[in-house]
């Protein structure tokens, strides 16, 4: 291998007539004047004499083939390989024309590629095309992990890439971009599994009820088991909210959630709501306070007037008192508001509290919160103020020599769809924590890891605070562009962004200082619903089948006269089938058609026996 073509300090053009390059893969190239200068391949091509003429001019010109032809290159007969390498630091002055280039031994290039160490670092994926040099790697980094790659599921022969846990304090927030199957969860699965496998809290914010981490991927030998490094939590039955502790803004964000509050509504709930108020005395208020604007004063003085009970008139007078009190509340608003109310009361959120995930923060483990989208974004915003508070308070407290305060450890939050969290343009309950954290975090040791697939839409101030960026396959040219403009991605890799198979990625990060290609690694779990939908069809039509065929063994033979009796037994046996003639029938067929049964015309009717 060899330089060839007009060079510049930055980039140089590399000849082989042996090997093939590859993207991303690192070269030493010695420049005699300059000493050993590390370079990544941004660009792969071979020509061969068959097609000496469809040299791509953006790329080869005419002065790299006459170089190749000094340097004793025979256009016309040899097939060469020509890379385009990009210098890792700008030389002095432009490379030398002929010198010699050669695949990093480990120790060349240690520095470049590893940052950590694997009791240190999260283990995320290999490094791409970085076989040769790992070959002359440390014991303790090789074969960390699977990759699947080809449909075979192997242990790594690349160098590892290791994301330093430490360097979080310095570079604290990490994005996941990527288009739809790109691999975005299993990338979100994998950051999950390493923060588990080193015991740091995290919180994962669960909208498609798919981070789970009990079943484990087939044929991993040595997987970790993560059972109990994980807490799952649903809102409304695990967990919830603690009503008393609820403040206005709380409040108003939980029943916005539920349908957008209107300007009166919103008015109405700042003078209805009282410190120290429970749900008990904050709803019965405005359900009482509804009756009276129904009833009207008139009525209720009239009421008052009357003989009634003793209970009965507290009741018309405070409904009195209420009316005075807020003289200018619309009925409407007020109806609302409780409607609103009720709907949250419902889902069970004001029945629980979050102690649980504390305590599961407390001991290390990863929180896996589950709701639907709507209760999730208002629940993780009460959730995710009050445990920043409590790291908070902690930490200040111990700034200020007051060490005294309830412990409360460092943690992570993730969290997939990111943009529904803090969307870029509009307010969104959650928007203000979370840019909180982004810009504060830090300091508390508080971190996120945040996954869209659309970047374009996430906020801003967000976004420019996520310092290592993981980027899947992207196609949108407004995701591109917001990429290209977030990122030290080149125009190179983002040319190459489209076409990104699924489970390799760019990582920018400052930690680096360059973009490096990786392929995530397999995950040791996978999550519940990657059985394929149609399999899952087939899947449950089978176990029917096998069910049925196990009953019905002691009743075979079975007439066609006789099923009302095999029926009844069936029935007594497995109630949950609830068959009929008709549906026993049809189910006799297909097994019949599936070949699990055989069927005979006799003169008393179909005979439908077994296969032996
Ligand atoms: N690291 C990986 N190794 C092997 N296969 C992968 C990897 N990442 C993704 N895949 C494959 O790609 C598919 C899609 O990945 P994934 O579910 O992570 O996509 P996604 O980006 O989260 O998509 P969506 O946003 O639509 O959920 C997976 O089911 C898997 O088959």
């Known amino acids: 291998m ?72 025979s256009i016309s007969e040899d097939e060469i390989n020509i890379a385009r390498v990009k210098l890792r630091n700008e030389a002095n002055f432009p490379i030398t024309t ?84 790109s691999g975005k969860s299993y990338g979100l699965r994998v950051i999950m599994e390493e923060l588990m496998l080193k015991e740091v809290p995290a919180i994962i914010l669960d909208p498609h009820y798919e981070m789970d981490f009990s079943s484990k991927e087939e044929d991993l030998k040595g997987a970790p088991d993560f059972k109990s490094a994980f807490k799952k939590f649903q809102i409304g039955e695990d967990i919830g909210v603690e009503f008393l502790a609820l403040g ?16 009166a509504m919103s008015s109405a709930v700042e003078i209805l709501h009282r410190r120290g108020d429970t749900l008990l005395s904050f709803s019965s208020r405005l359900e009482l306070l509804a009756e009276a604007l129904e009833l009207g004063r008139l009525r209720i003085e009239k009421m008052l007037q009357q003989d009634i009970e003793l209970q009965e008139r507290e009741k018309y007078k405070k409904m009195k008192e209420l009316l005075e009190e807020y003289p200018n509340i619309p009925l409407v608003s007020v109806q609302g508001i409780a409607w609103r109310l009720r709907r949250l009361q419902a889902s069970g959120l004001f029945n629980h509290n979050i102690k649980p995930v504390k305590e599961a923060l407390l001991q290390g483990k990863l929180a896996v919160i589950q709701g639907p989208i709507w209760l999730l974004q208002v629940f993780s915003t009460y959730l995710l103020a009050n445990l920043y508070r409590a790291r908070r ?8 020599g007051n060490a005294s305060g309830e412990y409360f450890p460092p943690f992570v939050i993730a969290t997939d769809e990111a943009h529904n969290f803090a969307p870029k343009g509009y307010d969104a309950p959650s928007k203000g924590i979370i840019t909180e ?8 040791g508080v971190f996120l890891v945040l996954a869209t697939q659309r970047p374009t839409l996430l906020d801003e101030t967000v976004t420019a605070q996520l310092n290592t960026k993981i980027i899947f396959r992207t196609v949108r040219g407004h995701d591109i562009a917001t990429i290209t403009e977030e990122t030290d991605i080149g125009a190179e890799e983002a040319k190459r962004l489209p076409y990104l198979p699924s489970g390799d990625a760019f990582v920018s990060s400052p930690l680096f200082g360059r973009t490096v290609a990786i392929r995530v690694r397999l995950p040791y779990t996978k999550s519940p619903h ?74 008393f009717g179909a005979m439908y026996y077994g296969q032996t």
């Open 98 to 181: 002929g010198a010699k280039v050669h695949l990093p031994e480990f120790s060349e290039v240690k520095d470049l590629l590893v940052r950590s160490t694997p009791q240190e670092g999260l283990a995320l994926g290999e490094i791409k095309n970085t076989e040769e040099t790992a070959d002359t790697m440390d014991e303790n980094l090789k074969g960390l992990f699977y990759v699947y790659t080809k449909g075979e599921k192997k242990k790594t022969k690349n160098v590892p890439f290791l994301l330093d846990l430490k360097s979080f304090q310095q570079y604290p927030h990490i994005g996941i971009f990527g288009g739809s199957g």
């Open 248 to 263: 206005k803004r709380d409040l108003l964000d939980l029943l916005s959630a539920v349908k957008p509050l209107t300007e």
């Open 393 to 400: 308070d902690y930490k200040d407290g111990e700034l200020r």
């Open 530 to 603: 990657t059985l394929n939908p149609f399999e899952e069809i087939k899947n449950y039509r089978q176990k029917a089948q096998d069910r049925l065929l196990d009953l019905l063994e002691v009743h075979l033979p079975i007439y066609e006269t006789n099923l009302l009796k095999v029926i009844q037994a069936l029935n007594a046996e497995a109630p949950d089938l609830k068959l009929e003639v008709r549906t026993l029938k049809e189910s006799l067929e297909n097994l019949v058609k599936n070949g699990k049964l055989k069927k005979e015309d006799t003169p």
């Open 437 to 444: 954290i982004a810009q504060e975090g830090r300091k508390y």
């Open 2 to 73: 060899q330089v060839v073509g007009l060079t510049t300090p930055q980039e140089v053009f590399v000849a082989s007539k042996e090997r093939k390059f590859r993207i991303n893969e690192i070269l030493v190239i010695d420049d005699p004047h300059q000493g050993p200068l590390i370079g990544e391949v941004v660009e792969a091509n071979s020509y061969n004499r068959f097609i000496p003429l469809s040299i791509n001019h953006d790329f080869v010109d005419a002065r790299v083939i006459e170089s190749l032809e000094r340097l004793g290159y």
